[in-house]
């Protein structure tokens, strides 16, 4: 399987164990998506409006036409605005079951993730 990296940044895959099992360099191609808020509430606190909201992602930009045997690591951004229309695309998933830290640092992810 091909795993080509769409963001600015390089993504270590970990083992369980902590061992590097594979770094995956920006691949030159960066995808963005458009990240917009929508305000869901207000609600009033010491005198002061407060708003909730939620993020509303879209208009996602170069990404690559699907490839036999390849998966195209994108930002979870992106990977909300495909909303799960891509079978090829996935992300790091930066869950705190899957992110590997030394001295309190992020050094890689366990796992990709899906929506």
Known sequence: MNLINLTSKS?????GKGYEVLNLLPSGIIVAASIAPKVL???????????IVTY????VSALPEPRPDTLYI???AVLQALKGSRSDVVAPDT???????????VVG????RKL
Do not use: F, H, W
């Not at 869950?95 to 640092?105: A, E, F």
């Not at 992810?109 to 990709?112: G, R, T």
């Open 11 to 15: 993504i270590t895959i970990v083992s």
């Open 41 to 51: 509430d207000t609600v009033v606190a010491d005198g002061e409006e407060i708003e």
């Open 56 to 59: 509303c992602y879209d208009n």
């Open 74 to 76: 994108v930002t979870y």
């Open 95 to 105: 869950s705190p079951t899957s992110i590997i830290r030394q001295d309190g640092k």
């Open 109 to 112: 992810v366990q796992k990709l």
